[in-house]
């Protein structure tokens, strides 16, 4: 098995650096989608509850769920 040592001798700081440079944006595209995914759920349970209520009175998560609504 190799370790990290038998690597060092190939690796360069620019591959290094690419690396999580491409790490980085990756996760900052992933965290972007995520956010956007966050806010359109939250803007359907608000036009959900606005058709069912008929108002837009903030309801808690918890009970908003809960199946006597149903």
Do not use: C, H, N, W
Not at 36 to 65: C, H, K
């Amino acid at each position: 098995m190799k370790t990290l040592d038998d690597y060092l001798k190939y690796i360069q700081t620019d591959d290094i650096l690419a690396a999580t440079e491409k790490a980085k944006q990756k996760s900052r595209t992933l965290l972007e989608d995520q956010g956007i995914a966050v806010i359109a759920l939250l803007f359907s349970d608000l036009l959900v509850d606005l058709i069912q209520q008929g108002t837009t009175e903030f309801v808690p998560m918890s009970q908003s769920r809960s199946p006597e609504k149903v």
